[in-house]
């Protein structure tokens, strides 16, 4: 895939069915639940998921984390929404999906 490809595919994404993001008081952390299983987030990753309700391009993402965090690489924010789009978590939102 080449690189506009994957931008692409990055953009307007949300949560699969039966996914959702969690705080957790408890444990004081982010965590993303899916059927079965769930996987503990730090702060980082819990504000790049957060952003992900369908209504946002990769761009987008990365610009408002940019005003939020000091250090933010677009391609930290790209590699992680990849991974958790691999594992079938996130999809492109069906109303954005040109």
Not at 19 to 31: F, I, K, N, T
Request: net charge negative; glycine share 6%; proline share 3%.
């Amino acid at each position: 895939m080449q690189e506009g490809q994957i931008s692409q595919t990055l953009d307007y994404l949300t949560f699969a069915p039966g996914v959702r993001l969690h705080w957790s008081e408890v444990r004081q952390q982010y965590w993303l639940l899916f059927p079965e299983a769930a996987l503990a987030l730090n702060s980082t990753a819990a504000a790049i998921l957060g952003k992900c309700n369908g209504n946002h391009s990769l761009d987008e993402i990365v610009a408002v984390l940019k005003q939020q965090y000091q250090d933010v690489n677009a391609s930290d924010v790209e590699n992680l929404l990849l991974s958790v789009v691999k594992r079938g978590l996130l999809v492109v939102c069906p109303l954005k999906h040109h």
